[in-house]
């Protein structure tokens, strides 16, 4: 299958290029005819090499990044090379070179008359490398704005624009310009109820309101991954890749960076994001070694974030899809929450950067000012209601029934979309190397589903070879799953929850139980628990080495750490451990611990300040006998 | 001096190359005769084209990625397409081309036997896309586990490594034996008197340590600017992006991703790095465009960090420091600072990560443990003094005189070498455009000189066209800066600081004074100021559009909003303000704002919660009324 042309290119001091294919195309814009034209040789295309050269900095560019190209407009096929695609183009002309025409001498010279210079490349053409076995009866007809990354391989853009946006322009109108003209997009995804173990015809478009099923079960977001398989593992990672570190409006996201398998119909410029994802991968050295013996200790830092947890991930893509909803004239007035955390602050400041009302249900005098600073900061509508937390979500279930307000609950499906990516960016940031072991703090227990959803999907398109399994970790005060899963998965039953200080997984009847155990049963899957003073002691340990842990990464790493023990996690494994939120919102129960000040918990690595007299002398006796300790 | 060679690749079914140059390199290790032999013809070989090309994956690969390229040994320019330079090895390939010397068609097949496929791939030379000016007289001896970047291109790896780490392996172990065997680094940094104005010999080895010069100047790191312009821009910048959202040791931070500019000499095997950097430059849509008309207002959220502020660029570099010293057995016990904040903060987490001891010296009963939950978590020993911070900052003056405790003061010039990172990564995100201005809060005035030096280097080193306009904001509660700039730069007077909520930059005296009147007179700078008011009803508003902003980005906003209205930033232009710590460091005072509890502040922008009975009428009742304000 490896079809191989022939390329000679030339020159010596002045550039032209001389590439021989099976087929011209012309410069002119596509047409139906030419399109036509193109399905009818699609096999034979694909054995074809294109080859650029010359002598400039433009070779160069062209293969790191193509922002700096000129605009191009001469071929179906080039046209990704212009500044619209950015970042992703590189990879595109890689993986879809086949499908350049050749070009004449005549139209190289046209070409580099309008850029002035051109540059030396050349590529080939393996079956496997680009989406060849797209065939005439299923061509893949992407784009749209929504598609770029393959609607480059197949149409010219509209237009091509220079690099520097206009004054005038802001990224979200370039990446509007630069959807214009682009054809519909063939991937796709929609709710279907979450059914593992039976088939069902029932299916919701995602621009439906809708949280459950007829028979009242959890809904999924289907992805059509036929679509996405006409696409080969490289191509994904190398688009992904390619799309880090940058400000493209939506890619600079780590969430949207991968689109294509978030929401894939969404238009860009519906999106509302903060640029969020992207988050550190940080290697937990000294943790790893000393507590542990492990070389290959991660914590993926998802509290590391703009409202300090990861419930930003999913939040974008629920508040991206309601913004949509609205600009598609249905009548929503905002959304909505009872949640006295991070749901509560994520969903205040998506809403705010859109424009939408939030609105959030809290019991009064049940709760400090602390924790509703983020929604009031962020202009949310709070509702201080004289009730407690069941009594608010009983409320807010009324109120969303009555009036168009979208409820952002724990259940919501869209949400999940967004926390899968983080899954995508561990394997991402590891080169797409897969860990061994990935431990989840759970309560509502959606977030383990989503990572497994973001594993599975890396595998079943190829971008790694295995899912890693996952671990499951709960406060001992609030383990239902645990108990479930320690009965070998027989008659689960809800638990009324204690206090736990993980207190965003205090819950003791999840609504994503299913999800859960499937994502944990298709994954060789652990649960495992951490009592109080093991999550705290965690906490302190870990932050001894650098860290500054909320309470439910304590609830992981004291998971971690009897794995460890009982040999189940081996000292060589690479382990990743999911860190949900940053320190910084849990700084009281730290001041507690390192106080003294829990009852029944001995706070055993507390630290507290030594009071010293303003004395030289003192200072110097202290300094002397507490360095001679560590 | 476009000098084209000719290349001519063919192949049908299998691979081969055949690539014409001007001088054939041997498989062998490279000795000295070989790089005798490749300095003489240095010239004509900046004029030779290699290509290689077949059918297969590999190419795509190659040029996208070359982690995942087997182990070749072929010469000594194609052995950084191993795995051991991973990320940047793509870029070395393309930009030191001309080094690699042409293949017979025997080695090529030798290659293709060991790595199955090869792939297509043409490149050509151009004198200024390399650093061919490198001659016989000046020859670039890089290398080093300290400078991999150039050493890729000029000498063999003493041996070549599969992708996968050997499970015994962590990264900083993978990054150390890299490093063996490789030729010493020419990039060097020193310290010299900052004294812009006048010619110095004064100099000091970076592993000196000392904190001012012999006149009781600051000191400035200075980079030997003629070796780093050995490779041009484009180099760089493709260094710099190729290192982006990996794991690689160091070069995961977004610090160290450009340790070359920063601590070119450090073995990475000293560094201490949290993977900090990387932070989200955030498009602030809604507040650019309501507030200000502007389409193009961004926020570089240093604070969105492992420790909360951008304090942590700095102490990476510190901290790495002193972790090499104690390695070169300089009897430093700790490092110590006196700080209620961000500073002590950020040691803490460092040493704690590295395992050094921390020192922290605080006034009893004059700051809440809130303030002192970061070092006590981390392990610092924390002593609370019966003093004031003035008490504090003599004591420990006074310690570190007579102990071997390196001290972590706001002059310290290491520190400045990571925060001028954050202005190297900001061109970065802007794809090395340059923004119009870039706003930075000033207090003790060490960060808006960091930030001239990074973007100073930039256009030194040819990366970017100009230096955009600094702005420094200081609050005007401690504002010696703005009164110096009203006055015409004359007669500087120091300050008795007033309270200000912007409590990190409440200083009446800086102490890089100097430093910031030199980064403004060089960037045709500005200074601002924001009252109280001012200033926390810009935090709210930025806040009401999605943001979480602490006072002193409050005091960036706020200068912005004046120099907008005044028409000194106009509408097209393209403005950063760096956010300098998270709002979740500062919650209180936005609980105070929005209780009205501030005296003498109207706090026009509250949103306080709304109380409501427990009852669906009432609760409907208060959305219709609100909702329909909104």
Known sequence: MLGLGAIRVSGSCSSHIIARGERDVCCEKGGERERERERESESAFSRMICAMSSGSALATRLMTTTTELPAMHISRSVSFLTSQQQQYSYYSFLHTCPRIATFTPTKQLKLLASTERISAMASSHVEKLSPSSVSAENPVECGSSVHDASSSSLETQASASPKKRPADENIRDEARRQGLGAPRCTFSAKYVPFSPFEDTEEEYSLDEIIYRSKTGALLDVQHDLEALKKYDATYWKNLFDSRVGKTSWPYGSGVWSKKEWVLPQIDNDDIVSLFEGNSNLFWAERFGKEMLQMNDLWVKQCGISHTGSFKDLGMTVLVSQVNRLRRMKKPLLGVGCASTGDTSAALSAYCAAAGIPAIVFLPANRISIAQLVQPIANGALVLSLDTDFDGCMRLIREVTAELPIYLANSLNSLRLEGQKTAAIEICQQFDWEVPDWVIVPGGNLGNIYAFFKGFHMCKELGLIDRIPRLVCAQAANANPLYLYYKAGWKNFKAIKA?????????????????????????????????????????????????????????????????????????????????????????????????????????????????????????????????????
């Open 498 to 630: 204690s206090n736990t200080f993980a207190s965003a997984i205090q819950i003791g009847d999840p609504v994503s139980i299913d999800r859960a155990v499937f994502a944990l049963q298709n994954s060789d899957g652990i649960v495992e628990e951490a009592t109080e003073e093991e999550l705290m002691d965690a906490c302190a340990q870990a932050d001894l080495t650098g860290m500054f842990t909320c309470p439910h990464t304590g609830v992981a790493l004291a998971a971690l750490i009897k794995l460890r023990k009982n040999g189940v996690i081996r000292a060589t494994d690479r382990a990743v451990v999911v860190s949900t939120a940053h320190g910084l919102k849990f700084t009281q129960s730290k001041i507690d611990y390192h106080s003294k000040a829990i009852a029944d918990l001995p706070c055993k690595f507390a630290n507290p300040p030594v009071q010293v007299a303003n004395d030289f002398g003192a200072v110097m006796d202290v300094l002397r006998r507490e360095l001679s300790l560590r």
